[in-house]
Every structure is written in structure tokens, then in C-alpha cells.
């Protein structure tokens, strides 16, 4: 789950290696598709966030069928 957003970052970083130390990353950022990169890491972030409250909710002993 979470290999999808280590490879945005790692193409991020080989496209923008000034990113890091730029005053404006959005800017710095240029031809990169900024909004899908941001759309798939919420998308995946939601997902690993469902994933842990489905561990925290089985907890206490509420039977979830995990999928």
C-alpha cells in the first residue's frame, strides 16, 4: 500500500532534485502533475487510514470480516 507513494517520491525527486531547498515547492515543481500526484496520495493515505481502524476496531472484539 504504501510502494505507490514511495515511487511518486522517488520520481519527484529524480524530476525536481531543487525541490527540496526551493522557497516555493509548488512552483518549483514546473511540468509535474502535481494534482493527480496529491489526489493518489490522498487516495492511499485513506486507505491506510481504513486499513488501521479496521485492527483498532477488532480491538475490543468486534468481529469484521477482513477483505
Same mark, same amino acid.
Given at each position: ?8 517520491? !522517488? $520520481?519527484? #525527486?529524480? *524530476? ?14 514546473? @511540468? ?5 500526484? !496529491? $489526489?493518489? #496520495?490522498? *487516495? ?6 481504513m ?7 477488532? @480491538?475490543?472484539?468486534?468481529?469484521f470480516?477482513?477483505?
Open positions: 500500500m504504501v510502494l505507490p507513494l514511495v515511487v511518486m517520491g !522517488a $520520481v519527484t #525527486a529524480v *524530476a525536481a532534485p531543487d525541490l527540496a531547498v526551493s522557497n516555493a515547492p509548488v512552483v518549483s515543481l514546473g @511540468a509535474l502533475p502535481y494534482l493527480p500526484t !496529491a $489526489v493518489v #496520495a490522498i *487516495a492511499m493515505i485513506n486507505a491506510m487510514s486499513h488501521s481502524a479496521g485492527f483498532t476496531a477488532q @480491538a475490543p472484539g468486534f468481529a470480516p477482513r477483505t
